[in-house]
T-cell receptor
Framework: AAGVIQSPRHLIKEKRETATLKCYPIPRHDTVYWYQQGPGQDPQFLISFYEKMQSDKGSIPDRFSAQQFSDYHSELNMSSLELGDSALYFC??????????FGPGTRLTVT | ELKVEQNPLFLSMQEGKNYTIYCNYSTTSDRLYWYRQDPGKSLESLFVLLSNGAVKQEGRLMASLDTKARLSTLHITAAVHDLSATYFC??????????FGTGTRLTIIP
């Protein structure tokens, strides 16, 4: 069965650079969520989209932005990267408010 | 603000023993999830608990939910090494975002 796809799986950036993470939910899943998990931490909700509209916002820095496209994939754009942005970034997809299915994650390392 | 607390944070147990992980949350919620995470890996859904008194079992793991006490438990029976991982509970609140517990890092010792 098709699963959630995230790309890239690993990303190394330097401070002050930009990064774009992509998420492709399972077909027909119209809702996307982004979570950030720091080393040894629990995942923290960043932002979510339903039908291309932002539906909720969590602890997402102003340096980050995200959007959902007409094919329901989503991109998380991160600018002016800081060392503290190093983390695992998960996206999850769902059909409406149904169960969230998590992707494999993107490991971002900022040096 | 919704708070989700797990205990213990770290658990080291011998193979063959039983133990329980606890998850308390502060506000009424519609759904509670249990996830397993191996180091550097994604979150694997174990259980979805929807109603008061719900109990679900899969292999050596059993989860239960008491919505009145705002408490969920994950019980491990006759632990085996393969169960070593970090376990998170997560509560669905508000606009469908998940709030995760602090996680319990479980190590099974042969």
């Amino acid at each position: 069965a098709a699963g959630v796809i995230q790309s890239p799986r690993h990303l190394i950036k330097e401070k002050r650079e930009t990064a774009t993470l992509k998420c492709y939910p399972i077909p027909r899943h119209d809702t996307v969520y982004w979570y950030q998990q720091g080393p040894g931490q629990d995942p923290q909700f960043l932002i979510s989209f339903y039908e291309k509209m932002q539906s909720d916002k969590g602890s997402i820095p102003d340096r980050f932005s995200a959007q959902q496209f007409s094919d329901y994939h989503s991109e998380l754009n991160m600018s002016s990267l800081e060392l503290g942005d190093s983390a695992l970034y998960f996206c999850a997809g769902s059909m409406g408010a149904g169960e969230q299915y998590f992707g494999p994650g993107t490991r971002l390392t900022v040096t | 603000e919704l708070k989700v607390e797990q205990n213990p944070l770290f658990l080291s147990m011998q193979e063959g023993k039983n133990y329980t992980i606890y998850c308390n949350y502060s506000t009424t919620s519609d759904r509670l999830y249990w996830y397993r995470q191996d180091p550097g890996k994604s979150l694997e859904s174990l259980f979805v608990l929807l109603s008061n008194g719900a109990v679900k079992q899969e292999g050596r793991l059993m989860a239960s939910l008491d919505t009145k006490a705002r408490l969920s438990t994950l019980h491990i029976t006759a632990a085996v090494h393969d169960l070593s991982a970090t376990y998170f509970c997560a509560v669905l609140f508000g606009n469908e975002k998940l709030t995760f517990g602090t996680g319990t890092r479980l190590t099974i010792i042969p």
